[in-house]
């Protein structure tokens, strides 16, 4: 999430204080309550995550399903998250342990994860880079699993931008994940957007429960308030995920 990096980084991000309430969870079930059952189809996924955590938190259940059964999952950890707290030297290490535990507690099965390290807060100048190391990673068989391009954070903007073109551009499957919007957003403003739920198995929950816990650094930091308070981490605890199609 690195949400305070980003407040540094860019005045986007300042639109929205996550120890705000924010939105409820209550509101946004009652508007997802009726959308329909989805699944990738039958092949790869390759997953993009702005920041470690980020994987888990918007598809960790899918992740967990998908290589459950032998199906192909590449994580793609675009920054090291470093920006959450800037005078924590070393955070980009600690949050890539932290991703590798969580991936560790998520799935028996190997997932693979690429690692660009791109200046946390400031992806969107490197585009052209991403679009290239994305595009080496797809085949026309796979599902691309990116974030929502309006989720209100400028890494999650930049990335969900560059996926979008590719995926249009290039005839490819994709699905996004929201994070941050959850959080900020007006379901009523999303509504009549395409939306398709991932069921998940008690196993699949319960594994993303643990795996969240792994991200330490975000739920309870030393001596800081959490990036991830508890009023957002409920938007992560449904039995199914919600993608936007």
Same mark, same amino acid.
């Given at each position: 999430?690195?949400? @305070? ?89 600690? *949050? ?79 699905? @996004? ?16 957007? @395409? ?9 699949? *929950? *319960? ?39």
């Amino acid at each position: 999430m690195a949400m @305070r990096g980003a407040t540094r980084a860019s005045a986007q991000a300042a639109s929205f204080n996550p120890a705000d309430a924010g939105t409820s969870e209550e509101k946004w079930s009652k508007m997802l309550a009726d959308r329909p059952l989805w699944a990738p189809k039958d092949g790869p996924l390759v997953v993009v995550s702005p920041h470690p955590d980020d994987e888990v938190l918007g598809s960790g259940g899918l992740i967990h399903s998908w290589a459950g059964s032998r199906r192909p999952v590449t994580i793609l950890s675009v920054t090291d998250g470093e920006a959450a707290f800037p005078n924590w030297k070393g955070l980009d290490l600690v *949050r890539r342990e932290e991703l590798k535990g969580a991936l560790r507690k998520l799935c028996l099965q190997h997932v693979s994860v690429f690692r660009i390290g791109l200046p946390d807060g400031r992806v969107g100048r490197h585009a052209n880079r991403l679009r290239d190391i994305i595009l080496a990673l797809v085949d026309p068989f796979t599902t691309l699993i990116a974030p929502y391009e309006r989720d209100g954070h400028p890494d999650h903007d930049a990335i969900g931008e560059v996926c979008c073109s590719l995926a249009r551009s290039h005839g490819i499957d994709f699905a @996004r994940y929201l994070v941050w919007a959850w959080h900020h957003a007006d379901p009523a403003s999303l509504e009549k957007q @395409r939306w398709g739920r991932f069921s998940l198995s008690f196993e699949a *929950r *319960r594994a993303k429960a643990r795996a969240v816990q792994c991200f330490a650094s975000q739920l309870k930091p030393p001596h800081a308030v959490p990036v991830v308070p508890p009023h957002v981490l409920c938007h992560f605890e449904r039995p199914y995920e919600a993608f936007l199609l």
